[in-house]
T-cell receptor, first 113, second 114 residues
Framework: LAKTTQPISMDSYEGQEVNITCSHN???????ITWYQQFPSQGPRFIIQ???TKVTNEVASLFIPADRKSSTLSLPRVSLSDTAVYYC??????????????FGQGTTLQVKP | DGGITQSPKYLFRKEGQNVTLSCEQN?????MYWYRQDPGQGLRLIYY???????QKGDIAEGYSVSREKKESFPLTVTSAQKNPTAFYLC?????????????FGPGTRLTVT
């Protein structure tokens, strides 16, 4: 499973757009990029997953450049309730997938009023 | 409601005692996982199971044991051999179908051993 690097922490203000970038230089051809969100004392929650270009859902957007060595999670107009830890994970979800996930330290996002 | 339940939410034990953490899911998922989380750290995989009666060690299996006798249940036993058992324990489940990396997590059990 490819190693990922993301900032330890970020600050933002309510209403702003937040972009969290993750580096994954050793991403393999079959690897997908997945982001999870975790609130204190709760289990992580799946946010979004993508392979290339752009993916958007009701919560966030995921931008992946052509070389796929990085990805950016974009949270539009954050609110105080978006304060959480965000994890970037990279792995092969094709055949033989064991479902093993490697969670790094994640990025702690603090949204201020 | 479909989901994963873990009980209890808080658990206190004396050093030297084995303790079993419960994890039940009604999502009809084949795969189940146990993670450990220490303060300020990410999750680390303890054990996982992709099918009933089969399970594999994760990255930090020493001092832990599991069983998977039913699809819905994946209990974790923290044995006295685990040197530092105090942590937040998370159970998760997922389908094993292709093109899915979404794991559903339970609310967690916070274990304190003194």
């Amino acid at each position: 499973l490819a190693k990922t690097t993301q900032p330890i922490s970020m600050d933002s203000y309510e209403g702003q757009e937040v972009n969290i970038t993750c580096s994954h230089n050793n991403i393999a051809t079959n690897d997908y990029i997945t982001w999870y969100q975790q609130f204190p004392s709760q289990g992580p929650r799946f946010i979004i997953q993508g392979y290339k270009t752009k993916v958007t859902n009701e919560v966030a957007s995921l931008f992946i450049p052509a070389d796929r060595k990085s990805s950016t999670l974009s949270l539009p107009r954050v609110s105080l309730s978006d304060t959480a830890v965000y994890y970037c994970l990279v792995g092969d979800i094709g055949s033989g997938n064991t479902g093993k996930l490697i969670f790094g330290q994640g990025t702690t996002l603090q949204v201020k009023p | 409601d479909g989901g994963i339940t873990q009980s209890p939410k808080y658990l206190f034990r004396k050093e030297g005692q084995n303790v079993t953490l419960s994890c039940e899911q009604n999502l009809n998922h084949d795969a189940m996982y146990w993670y450990r989380q220490d303060p300020g750290q990410g999750l680390r995989l303890i054990y996982y199971s992709q099918i009933v009666n089969d399970f594999q060690k994760g990255d930090i299996a020493e001092g832990y044991s599991v069983s998977r006798e039913k699809k819905e249940s994946f209990p974790l036993t923290v044995t006295s051999a685990q040197k530092n058992p105090t942590a937040f324990y998370l159970c998760a489940s997922s389908t094993t179908r292709l093109s899915s990396y979404e794991q559903y997590f339970g609310p967690g059990t916070r274990l304190t051993v003194t």
